[in-house]
């Protein structure tokens, strides 16, 4: 398994794309404290609104989600 297949580089490369999008990724609390399941959303740094990962619940997206979503993003720019 190469370096970039890792979560935490997956996760460090889609904040760069998110944040050329001026989108911030969040993480669920329970994800990274407590360690129960958790997910990622979508915010808009400009109206704090989140554009991704709030429905059906608060932080439903998954990694896979999240870049699926940030890929469209960066197609779409070229």
Known sequence: MSR???????????????????LTILTSEKMKVLGQPGGHALRD????????????????????DIETYIEKLKAGEE
């Open 4 to 22: 970039k297949e890792f979560d935490a580089s997956r996760m460090r490369r889609m904040k760069r794309i998110a944040g050329r999008h001026g």
């Open 45 to 64: 740094d400009k109206t704090f609104a989140i554009v991704y990962g709030d429905i059906p619940k608060p932080f439903s997206a998954s990694l896979d």
